[in-house]
């Protein structure tokens, strides 16, 4: 089965980690689509710490990635889907539900959030400690 994520991973933590390895083991070939600053900015408000071409590189030299891309819209899910030729969609559980949509397209699949990790929390220790 070929597997398909998508996330910013902004400051990149074990919580990605685990969903990317997560992900990658309920098939044989795994592509990550990796937000764009622009669409970032777009739902945030703010940059990313890392640009997304630091992004995508760290996601790309991950063993158990195969294909990594820049995710530029979150509209362009089932193009992304058919480009790639997805069997699955596999997301964090805090997108439950937002995807079912696409299950005319692949498999949807949320995975639990590994518990009290966050790039939001992160910058908020940093912003205090320092
Ligand atoms: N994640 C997780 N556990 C955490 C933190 C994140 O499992 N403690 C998962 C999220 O559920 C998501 C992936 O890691 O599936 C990437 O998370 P983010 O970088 O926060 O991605 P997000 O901004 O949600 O962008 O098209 C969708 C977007 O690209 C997702």
């Known amino acids: 089965m070929r597997i398909i994520t998508f996330g910013t991973y902004d400051m990149f933590h074990m919580g990605h980690l685990n969903i ?3 992900a990658k083991a309920l098939g044989i ?4 689509g990796v937000s764009s600053d622009e669409l970032n900015f777009s739902k945030k408000g703010r940059n990313p710490i890392c640009p997304e071409l630091e992004r995508m590189h760290i996601i790309a030299a991950l063993r158990c990635v195969d294909h990594v891309f820049l ?3 979150l509209d362009l899910k089932s193009e992304y889907i058919k480009r790639y030729e997805a069997d699955c969609l596999v997301m ?3 997108w439950k539900g937002r995807f079912d949509h ?3 397209d692949c498999e949807v699949i949320y995975l639990p959030r590994t518990p009290s990790i ?3 929390e992160r910058i908020e220790i940093v ?3 320092f």
């Open 29 to 32: 070939h795994l592509t990550v």
């Open 127 to 129: 912003k205090s400690t």
């Open 20 to 22: 990317i390895e997560r």
């Open 118 to 120: 966050s790039t939001t």
């Open 102 to 104: 696409l299950k005319s």
């Open 71 to 73: 995710e530029e819209s």
């Open 92 to 94: 964090g559980d805090d």
